[in-house]
Nanobody, 123 residues
Framework: QVQLVESGGGLVQTGGSLRLSCAAS????????MGWFRQAPGKEREFVAA????????YYADSVKGRFTISRDDVKNTVDLQMNSLKPEDTAVYYC????????????????WGQGTQVTVSS
């Protein structure tokens, strides 16, 4: 069992930055693939980024590549998403997720989910 708690969301202007953090608890949390997803109002949930356990690999959606960076600290059991050059279309609830295999860009590939944190980018 893995519990995930996101933090760091908020309101930022276009071009600004935010750093989201996901705290994972559970004995084997460090062995999971960790992903970030987002869901905007009226839209389906979409994949943002993923990082393999031991940070050996990362993968990004085209829409955030070059602007977002995912990282993890397996000692602290945290996964961060650094978001730069934010755009209004990045506005969404952002979710942290944990899955047992690599690589899934579909939410069905992840077993555990956090409650989400709101990110709002004003134009």
């Amino acid at each position: 069992q893995v519990q995930l708690v996101e933090s760091g969301g908020g309101l930022v202007q276009t071009g600004g930055s935010l750093r989201l953090s996901c705290a994972a608890s559970g004995r084997t949390a460090s062995r999971y693939t960790m992903g970030w997803f987002r869901q905007a109002p009226g839209k389906e949930r979409e994949f943002v980024a993923a990082i393999r356990w031991s940070a050996r690999s990362t993968y990004y959606a085209d829409s955030v590549k070059g602007r977002f960076t995912i990282s993890r600290d397996d000692v602290k059991n945290t996964v961060d998403l650094q978001m730069n050059s934010l755009k209004p279309e990045d506005t969404a609830v952002y979710y942290c997720a944990a899955g047992s295999t690599w690589l899934h860009t579909s939410g069905s590939g992840y077993t555990y989910w956090g409650q989400g944190t709101q990110v709002t980018v004003s134009s």
